[in-house]
């Protein structure tokens, strides 16, 4: 099965820290995605990455950066943490394909709190 | 730009009965697949059933069916004989190119025993 491990489920971090997430997967994928997910809005696409060293915004990225340095590890980063990027923080990843309908596989998800 | 809705924000069912749950997208474009992933209370989310826009048939798998209506751009989810561990948030989710998925807000479903 494949396993994607997020470093933390439980964070706390202040005002203006820089905030580091960090995603691993085991199964060699090339994508890799990071979401937020909040009450009724569902999950919301910050970046993704379809290869080692690229990165790709999503539809949320104002706040944000990624890193990508190694194929199994995705790295998302809050420049300078705000009470409002308090969240629940999902990571997945997915075989390429040459089309779609490739399912993803998620985290168990980091809830971050911003204080 | 893509959206995909879920109306119903919490459903309850009586174990062993049926429920389905709604699920409505907009798009422009014909080829792209449709998914519905669970995410039980233990927080990882799982993926229930996935369709592809091409195929006319609807997907099933076990207890879990969906209802496509291409034309009416509905895609909903029905649990049969429901069990106490099908209690779970529930999104539906839509890809186009690239790999990417837009999800509706989710629907909390209820089971009670």
């Known amino acids: 099965d494949v396993k994607v491990t997020q470093s933390s489920r439980y964070l706390v971090k202040r005002t203006g820290e820089k905030v580091f997430l960090e995603c691993v997967q085991d199964m060699d994928h090339e994508n890799m995605f990071w979401y937020r997910q909040d009450p009724g809005l569902g999950l919301r696409l910050i970046y993704f990455s379809y290869d080692v060293k690229m990165k790709e915004k999503g539809d949320i990225p104002e706040g944000y950066s990624v890193s990508r340095e190694k194929k199994e590890r995705f790295s998302l980063i809050l420049e300078s943490a705000s009470t409002n990027q308090t969240s629940m923080y999902l990571c997945?990843?997915?075989?390429?394909?040459?089309?779609?309908?490739?399912?993803?596989?998620f985290g168990d998800g980091t809830r971050l709190s911003i204080l | 730009a893509q959206t995909v809705t879920q109306s119903q924000p919490e459903m309850s069912v009586q174990e062993a009965e049926t429920v389905t749950l709604s699920c409505t997208y907009d798009t422009s474009e014909s080829d792209y697949y449709l998914f519905w992933y669970k995410q039980p209370p233990s927080r990882q989310m799982i993926l229930v059933i996935r369709?592809?826009?091409?195929?006319?048939q609807n997907a099933t798998e076990n207890r879990f069916s969906v209802n496509f209506q291409k034309a009416a751009k509905s895609f909903s989810l029905k649990i049969s004989d429901s069990q106490l561990g099908d209690a779970a948030m529930y999104f539906c989710?839509?890809?186009?190119?690239?790999?990417?998925?837009?999800f509706g807000g989710g629907t909390r479903v209820l089971v009670k025993p």
């Open positions: 369709q592809e826009a091409y195929k006319q």
């Open positions: 997945a990843s997915s075989p390429p394909t040459g089309g779609i309908g490739q399912p993803q596989h």
């Open positions: 989710a839509y890809e186009a190119a690239g790999n990417k998925l837009t």
